[in-house]
């Protein structure tokens, strides 16, 4: 059965950061696309202070909507996930399936940064630089990326851009609770953990309505390790 995967990026990146695993996906005779969010990787000239989680939940339903999407297999890698899990809430007539890659739980009334370990926070709001009139967070060194192919790690630096800070600050809005009634699959990235998600791997396994799958890859893995996530892409239920 042909399936539609539309795949969303992590922080700093665009939808090239997918390219690998679309490859695999179209090559197993599905239709497969990633989307970039405004302001950030591919469309990094749209960046303005009026960018938040909000808009790039609004901009990612227009897309669906303008092009008739329907029955899609949602994937959110890390950040991504979060925009995804919007998405589901909003409009889960057409999405088939949310999948979560090494990402958090969306919970009413909560940001990033009230998700995620608070000296992991502090650090990150000491780098916050203003670009374009809007706060935001600078990329993170190569070395940081937990890629081992120092030529793959390199790449993928050169291509990040910055993020919008106001994603990371406000306290999302979810009506339903989190997958609103969709399947959930969540790739769990082990080796080695990220930080970041510290807690969450066990906090997804103590929800028996979450599909959970570990693989052996880094937090990057949609570039690192695209055979695994594609893999599990084309086993995720129908």
């Given amino acids: ?59 990612t339903v227009a897309t669906l909507q303008r092009d008739d999407l329907r029955d899609v297999v949602l994937v959110g ?12 809430d909003r409009i889960p007539d057409r999405i088939a399936h949310l999948v ?19 000296d992991i926070v ?7 630089q203003v670009v374009n009139g809007t706060e935001v967070l600078p990329f993170a060194p190569p070395g940081s990326l937990i890629i081992d192919d120092p030529e793959l790690a390199a790449w993928t630096h050169r291509q990040l851009t910055p993020h919008p800070l106001a994603c990371y600050t406000k306290p999302i809005r979810l009506d339903h609770p989190a997958g609103n009634g969709r399947p959930i699959t969540y790739i769990a990235c082990t080796r080695p953990r990220y930080p970041v998600s510290a807690g969450m791997h066990e906090k997804v396994q103590a929800m028996p309505h979450i599909r959970y799958r570990p693989i052996e890859a880094g937090h990057n893995c ?8 594609a893999h599990e892409l084309l086993e995720v239920p129908s």
């Fill in 222 to 229: 949609i570039i690192s390790a695209p055979d695994l996530v």
């Fill in 1 to 59: 059965m042909k399936r539609t995967f539309v795949c969303l990026p992590g922080a700093w990146m665009g939808a090239w950061s997918w390219q690998f695993v679309l490859a695999r996906l179209t090559a197993a005779g599905h239709m497969a696309r990633a989307l970039a969010f405004p302001g950030v990787g591919e469309r990094a000239a749209e960046l303005s202070p009026a960018l938040d989680n909000d808009a790039f939940l609004d901009d």
């Fill in 77 to 88: 890698h890390s950040f991504g996930s979060l925009i995804a899990s919007l998405v589901t």
């Fill in 122 to 128: 502090a650090k990150r709001q000491r780098l916050v």
């Fill in 100 to 118: 979560i890659i090494d990402g958090g739980i969306a919970q009413n009334g909560q940001s990033i940064f009230g998700r995620i370990p608070r």
